[in-house]
């Protein structure tokens, strides 16, 4: 057996286990990635159905929101309305301007 020969044999018996050793991240990334692919299609058919009531649910909080609160901003806006045409009549019988 030459160097030369021992030098090639060495080698190949490096590299060996050094492919091995960084192929397995790979591995574990395919499978991971496949793993994920296979949950994400069974999940589809209930994320689609959690959409739709979480969708539902928010109009409904909305709609009734709007609902509840209609009245106070109605009573807030005919108050400012108010205030404002009593101040006005407040400077006309001063005979000053109106803030």
């Known amino acids: ?12 018996y490096f590299i060996i286990p050094s492919l091995i050793i960084s192929a397995m991240p790979l591995i574990a990334l395919y499978f991971a990635v496949r793993g994920l692919r296979i949950g994400r299609r069974r999940m589809m058919p209930y994320v689609h159905l959690a959409q739709f009531y979480a969708s539902r ?8 929101s709007e609902r509840v609160a209609q009245p106070f901003v109605v009573a807030a806006g005919i108050g400012s309305q108010i205030e404002n045409i009593a101040m006005q009549f407040i400077a006309f019988i001063r005979g000053t301007e109106a803030p």
């Open 57 to 64: 649910i928010a109009r409904l909080t909305h709609r009734t």
């Open 1 to 12: 057996m030459t160097i030369a020969s021992a030098r090639d044999l060495a080698l190949i």
